[in-house]
Every structure is written in structure tokens, then in C-alpha cells.
């Protein structure tokens, strides 16, 4: 079997009756056409050539596009393009208890046969599933390839109040302890020195500019732009959307540090094309996004063992943290120290300030302190009264 050009992890050849040439969702003859594609694999893969130029995002869909196509013809045994609203809720239930057999550790995490699930998708990555195979199908819908979409009868769930304040973060205080254990890793042999100077810079990198890492695998020496003697770095982001992050002379010394180490000039050069983050072993090519989670997972996880003796309860934190947890925590400690809520919202490019309240955490501490020094005030006060 051979995979689709676009990588879609399923077998293009798929009988009749499952490739979707008969579907009965299929848009009747009379609907004009905007698209050639007359099977389910190819119509997907048209969808998803439309975010060619957004890697992240191409990546995140195929998932779901393969997730969903691979459950409708080996479990429901339909094409896609047969999928009706009673479907949509059993798969549904399906990304709540995907089977063993789909969350195998044996299987690779590339290819035709590989690993789509790590086990039962939590709800928000339920909702976003969702969300994404929604827009799939309201493409082929306005494509003229499908009749109909069974996502449109979706219940909608009310938002409950504001968005809750972000958690996945460390405090100022935990972080200072990540960068002091790491600072105490060995530095024996010359791969041990290469394990330290890429932790420590990939950490301090994430963590000032607030990337995400397909962000931080992209970025490159052309992106560190010097104007009226500051540093900034170009970004292009989710959707395409540019931005302009501030970067300070200690970064930028980190980075002269991390380059000389490898051989290079401590400056980035202006129409260079070697990557922010370096290969193995300092080779000038490009990590991928999976690859860059990995390593400060890696570290996380080692932190964490470091931690472990002494607090088990930092431990475990540190142990959960990610590449995101980096941004949510560049943000949160942005916020702590009085940075202005737009400036926070131009550095992480976020559309809606609404989206960046949530890491005012400052304000909510200082709410409940008042509230609970008031009561106790009180309380000391009434205990004060009695004979």
C-alpha cells in the first residue's frame, strides 16, 4: 500500500465501497463543483494542501484527517463521505476509549503504520478534534463535494464566565530552580558539554521569546533583526501572522555563547539561513517541532529527577512541563513584572486580548489575600470581644 501525497497515513487504493466514489453525503450532480477530487483521500488532501505554508497547522490537521478516515473505514466500515450525525457522536465516544491497538508503543511514530494515539484524548483536545474536522467538512460542503455536514447539528456548549487563568506554568521561583539544576549537569566530555549548552539555551530561548516550537524550529539567523541598536526576531506564526519579539542583550549573550561554542560567530549573520536551534551535535540544519519537544522534555524529565530528593511535589510539576508550559510561563512572568497587557498581547500575537487576561495571575493572588486578611482580620477581632 502506499501512502497519499500528501502523506496521509492511508492506503490510497481503498475498495469501492469505502473510497467515498459513491458516498451517500456526496453533493448531487446538479451542485456546481469547485473541486476534481472524486474520492474521500483526494478530497482531503486537497483541504489540507491549502495549509502547505503553514506546517504546524498541516501537521495538526492530518492527524485529525487520518484519525477520522482510518476510524470510518476499518471500524465503522463507511466512507467518510457516508458519515452521519450519529457517526460523528460515536467517534466522539471513540477519541474518549480509543482501542489498545491504536495506542501501541511499538508502533512507529512516522509512516504508513504508525502510532496515531498516546491514549484517550482529553476534553479540550476532544473539542479541538472536532472543531477541525468541522472545518473540513464545511470546506468540502462549500466545495460542492458534500451535501451536508453532520458537524453543523453539534450541540453548542455555553461558555461558562470568563476563561479560567492559565496553569500550566512555573513560578518565578521553580523556574530559577530548572536553570540552577541545569547549571549543575555534568560537563565531563565534550558530549556531555553539548547535552548542557543545548538545554541551556533552549530553555532560555523559549522561555524569552514565548515561541512555540514550531516557531522555534523555523527561526533562523536572518530573523534576528538589529534596529536603532535593539534586537528583535521576526516571527511567522500560526495562520501566517507575523510578529516582532523583543529580545534582551543577556539573550542575545546567551546566544553568542551557545554559537561560540559551536565554532560560530558570536553575531547572527543578516542573510544567514543556520537555524536558532542547531542540529545534533551542532550540525547547521534544522530541528524538526517533534524534535525540539523532545529535548525539553528530556530536560524537564531530568530537572525533575534532580528535584525529586528534595521535593516531590516540584518535581512532578517540572516533570509535566513542555514547550508550552515555556510560553505560558514567559507570559505569566511578563505579567508579574508590570509588563503592559498589550505589549504581552503583540508578544505572544494573540488577536484578542481576551486571550492574554489569562495570565494576570498577579491580580487574582492579590485578591485572595485581601479576602482572606480581611476575614482573619475579623475573626482575630471577634476572638479580641470575648470575656
Known amino acids: 500500500m502506499t501512502e497519499h501525497p500528501l502523506s496521509l497515513a492511508v492506503p490510497q487504493a481503498l475498495p469501492p465501497v469505502l473510497s467515498g466514489c459513491a458516498g451517500t453525503n456526496r453533493a448531487p450532480a446538479n451542485v456546481a463543483r469547485q473541486i476534481a477530487a472524486n474520492d474521500d483521500v483526494a478530497a482531503i488532501g486537497l483541504w489540507l494542501a491549502e495549509y502547505h505554508d503553514s506546517p504546524h497547522t498541516f501537521r495538526s490537521y492530518r492527524k485529525e484527517a487520518e484519525r477520522l478516515l482510518l476510524w470510518a473505514t476499518q471500524i465503522r466500515g463507511k466512507p467518510v463521505s457516508s458519515l452521519t450525525r450519529e457517526d460523528v457522536i460515536a467517534y466522539e465516544a471513540f477519541l474518549c476509549h480509543p482501542p489498545a491497538t491504536w495506542c501501541d508503543d511499538s508502533l512507529a511514530r512516522r509512516g504508513e503504520h504508525r502510532r496515531l494515539f498516546t491514549g484517550p484524548l482529553a476534553e479540550r483536545s476532544r473539542r479541538q478534534a472536532l472543531g477541525i474536522l468541522a472545518g473540513l467538512f464545511n470546506y468540502l460542503v462549500r466545495a460542492g463535494y458534500l451535501a451536508g455536514s453532520p458537524f453543523v447539528l453539534q450541540r453548542r456548549r455555553a461558555r461558562r464566565g470568563m476563561p479560567r487563568a492559565i496553569e500550566r506554568y512555573l513560578d518565578r521561583s521553580l523556574w530559577d530552580d530548572v536553570l540552577h539544576s541545569i547549571d549543575g549537569w555534568p560537563r565531563s566530555t565534550n558530549r556531555d558539554c553539548q547535552r548542557y549548552e543545548r538545554a541551556r539555551w533552549v530553555l532560555r530561548f523559549l522561555y524569552e521569546t514565548a515561541l512555540r516550537a514550531s516557531e522555534a524550529a523555523a527561526a533562523c539567523e536572518s530573523d ?107 507570559a505569566t512572568h511578563q505579567a508579574e513584572d508590570g509588563t503592559p497587557i498589550h505589549h504581552i498581547q503583540q508578544n505572544l500575537r494573540h488577536s484578542s486580548i481576551g486571550t492574554t487576561s489569562i495570565y494576570l495571575h498577579a491580580e487574582e493572588d492579590s485578591r485572595h489575600a485581601s479576602t482572606t486578611r480581611t476575614r482573619a482580620d475579623a475573626s482575630q477581632q471577634r476572638e479580641g470581644d470575648l470575656p
Open 224 to 330: 534576528f533583526q538589529r534596529v536603532r541598536g535593539r534586537w528583535w526576531l521576526h516571527v511567522v506564526g500560526k495562520g501566517g501572522v507575523e510578529g516582532q519579539i523583543p529580545l534582551s542583550d543577556h539573550l542575545m549573550e546567551d546566544f553568542a555563547r551557545y554559537r561560540g561554542f559551536h565554532g560560530l560567530p558570536p553575531a547572527p549573520a543578516d542573510n544567514g539561513k543556520i537555524p536558532a536551534i542547531l542540529g545534533i551535535a551542532g550540525r547547521a540544519s534544522a530541528l524538526t517541532p517533534t524534535a525540539i519537544y523532545q529535548i525539553v522534555k528530556a530536560t524537564f524529565r531530568h530537572v525533575a529527577d534532580t528535584l525529586q530528593k528534595e521535593d516531590a511535589a516540584k518535581a512532578s510539576r517540572v516533570r509535566r512541563a513542555s514547550t508550552h508550559w515555556l510560553r505560558h510561563t514567559a
